[in-house]
C-alpha cells in the first residue's frame, strides 16, 4: 500500500509560479513510476508528468512542456512540480500518482495504483 499527500497548490495571477508536493508513504518509495495528472471541472484526467523507469527520465504534455518541471528527492519521498509561466487553463484539481515499476505506459490513468487526494491549482487572468 502506498499513501500520497499533496501539497502547494493555491490561487496565482497568469504569469506566476506554484510547486506542488507529493508525499509519499507505505511501500517503498520509487520516484521512477510517478506521475503528475490534472482534472479540471468537466473534463477528463489528463496526463501532465512522469518518469519513465527505464532511466528515470520525465515526460511531459504538450500543453506544459517547458514550463513545468518534475523532480524527485528520494531521501524525503517526495516528488515535486514546479509549475511556471502558469495560465488560466492551467487551473485545475492536481493529482500525484504512483503505478507499478518497470509499467512502460506512462500517460495513462488507468496504469496507476495509487492518487493521492489532489490539489487545486487556479490561476487567475
Known amino acids: 500500500q502506498v499513501q500520497l499527500v499533496e501539497s502547494g497548490g493555491g490561487l496565482v495571477q497568469a504569469g506566476g509560479s506554484l510547486r506542488l508536493s507529493c508525499a509519499a508513504s507505505g511501500r517503498t518509495f520509487d520516484s521512477c513510476a510517478m506521475g503528475w495528472f490534472r482534472q479540471a471541472p468537466g473534463k477528463e484526467r489528463e496526463f501532465v508528468a512522469a518518469n519513465e523507469w527505464t532511466r528515470c527520465s520525465t515526460h511531459y504534455s504538450d500543453s506544459v512542456k517547458g514550463r513545468f518541471t518534475m523532480s524527485r528527492d528520494n531521501a524525503k519521498n517526495t516528488v515535486y512540480l514546479q509549475m511556471n509561466s502558469l495560465k488560466p487553463e492551467d487551473t485545475a484539481v492536481y493529482y500525484c500518482?504512483?503505478?507499478?515499476?518497470?509499467?512502460?505506459?506512462?500517460?495513462?490513468?488507468?496504469?496507476?495504483?495509487?492518487w493521492g487526494q489532489g490539489t487545486q491549482v487556479t490561476v487567475s487572468s
Open positions: 500518482a504512483s503505478r507499478g515499476s518497470q509499467v512502460a505506459v506512462i500517460r495513462t490513468p488507468a496504469t496507476y495504483n495509487y
